[in-house]
T-cell receptor, first 117, second 113 residues
Framework: AQKVTQTQTSISVMEKTTVTMDCVYETQDSSYFLFWYKQTASGEIVFLIRQDSYKKENATVGHYSLNFQKPKSSIGLIITATQIEDSAVYFCAMREMVTGNTRKLIFGLGTTLQVQP | ETAVFQTPNYHVTQVGNEVSFNCKQTLGHDTMYWYKQDSKKLLKIMFSYNNKQLIVNETVPRRFSPQSSDKAHLNLRIKSVEPEDSAVYLC????????????FGEGSRLIVV
């Protein structure tokens, strides 16, 4: 069975620093898709960034970047120059194959990030 | 900017009642989903529809039934709610059934008393 594991339950950092959130996954697929989402205090889940397994270059969007280590089945999220409003729960996710081309998105348990002033 | 709209955002009801949640997306996507998020923040898929066809049906109690009138709408009906149905129900959509990104609505919180 495919699985997404986030071992860090919560992290607290000072504003303007860099934080890395860990995520490891298990899959038998040769091609797969990895995502990071953020859930704000209001409950809204917002897509942040994605990495397709066949791409060697780490994805970067604004102050979010990924550390994709395929041999280790690891997809870490790096947030540089953190801001107070980055405080949220961060979910790692993977599109898991159901059958044929159909895939469902499965999530890790999330990491709560607290950015302190 | 939200493009996946859910109603109601919040609902309190008694055990045994029927509840319906509605979801509409304006992204032009062809695939829609219902997820359940429990009190521990665990997100689990319940159903997925592609062009009004059910394509993913996880093991959920029979009292849950999805309904899709067209590819932009996916509703969720719960007949005879139970206390364990208290959760946040999140609707999402994507283009295609494979690797594309899911976009979520703001969620519908259900409290069963």
């Amino acid at each position: 069975a495919q699985k997404v594991t986030q071992t860090q339950t919560s992290i607290s950092v000072m504003e303007k620093t860099t934080v890395t959130m860990d995520c490891v996954y298990e899959t038998q697929d040769s091609s797969y898709f990895l995502f990071w989402y953020k859930q704000t205090a209001s409950g809204e889940i917002v897509f942040l960034i994605r990495q397709d397994s066949y791409k060697k270059e780490n994805a970067t969007v604004g102050h979010y970047s990924l550390n994709f280590q395929k041999p280790k089945s690891s997809i870490g999220l790096i947030i540089t120059a953190t801001q107070i409003e980055d405080s949220a729960v961060y979910f790692c996710a993977m599109r898991e194959m159901v059958t044929g081309n159909t895939r469902k998105l499965i999530f890790g348990l999330g990491t709560t990030l607290q950015v302190q002033p | 900017e939200t493009a996946v709209f859910q109603t109601p955002n919040y609902h309190v009801t008694q055990v045994g009642n029927e509840v319906s949640f509605n979801c509409k997306q304006t992204l032009g996507h062809d695939t829609m989903y219902w997820y359940k998020q429990d009190s521990k923040k665990l997100l689990k898929i319940m159903f997925s529809y592609n062009n009004k066809q059910l394509i993913v049906n996880e093991t959920v109690p029979r009292r849950f039934s999805p309904q899709s009138s067209d590819k932009a709408h996916l509703n969720l009906r719960i007949k005879s709610v139970e206390p364990e149905d208290s959760a946040v129900y999140l609707c999402a959509s994507s283009l295609g059934i494979s690797g594309n990104t899911l976009y979520f609505g703001e969620g519908s919180r259900l409290i069963v008393v």
